[in-house]
């Protein structure tokens, strides 16, 4: 085989700095839009509709917290009576109905002069909406899992009580230990919150 004798050439296209990066007039154009405010949108706000909305939201969130507080399976609907209010949330909720059924898990929605006997009373901004939980829940049953509940929270927060104000253990512990304790405690005093909030929604049915 005979040895190469003379290198290849390749012509390889020369490019500019300019041809790399762009024009002049693109960079400027660049620049400019980097730099500029976000545009504004004026006239987009329509506060009747984040009215109506937030309300939506607020009464689902609400019944939901008392499905959860309450141990009141997904599976079960209860009704919904709104007392008291105003023809402009009779035809919220009319226009509603079915979105909130199907988030809250809502069997009828009903309107009534005062909340019916035996329901628990949610305030969703100014409304009054009554869920009638006799025959939904045992109350008798409920307010005995709910004192069991409080018992264990109460027990929760006296033992890292007990640990917190021991002096020797706050010398020795290392800091992650003692946050996570008091993380133990503040998780322990919102659930005895949500529990006395339950019981006093509970008492109110009767």
């Not at 023809?87 to 009534?112: H, K, P, V």
């Not at 100014?126 to 025959?135: E, I, N, R, S, Y």
């Not at 304790?181 to 006395?196: C, D, N």
Request: contains cysteine; proline residues 5%.
């Amino acid at each position: 085989m005979k040895p190469l004798s003379s290198a290849i050439a390749v012509d390889v296209p020369v490019t500019s700095s300019s041809e790399a990066t762009g024009s002049g007039a693109d960079c400027d154009e660049l620049s400019l839009l980097v730099l500029a405010s976000w545009p504004k949108l004026d006239g987009l706000d329509d506060e009747k509709a984040e009215a109506e909305i937030g309300w939506l939201v607020d009464l689902v969130t609400a019944i939901r917290s008392v499905r959860v507080e309450m141990n009141i399976p997904a599976s079960t609907p209860i009704p919904v009576a709104l007392a008291g209010v105003s023809a402009e949330t009779r035809a919220r909720a009319g226009r509603w109905t079915e979105f909130a059924q199907r988030l809250a898990r809502l069997g009828d929605i009903t309107f009534a002069d005062a909340a019916p006997q035996g329901s628990v009373q949610l305030l969703v901004r100014g409304d009054v909406a009554a869920l009638p939980l006799k025959g939904v829940i045992d109350f008798a049953a409920e307010r005995t899992r709910l004192g069991k509940e409080m018992q264990k929270a109460e027990s929760d927060i006296k033992r890292v009580d007990q640990k917190l104000g021991n002096p020797n253990f706050v010398a020795n512990a290392p800091e992650d230990i003692i946050e996570g304790e008091k993380e133990k405690r503040e998780e322990a005093e919102a659930r005895r919150g949500k529990i006395v909030e339950a019981l006093e929604r509970l008492n109110s049915a009767q």
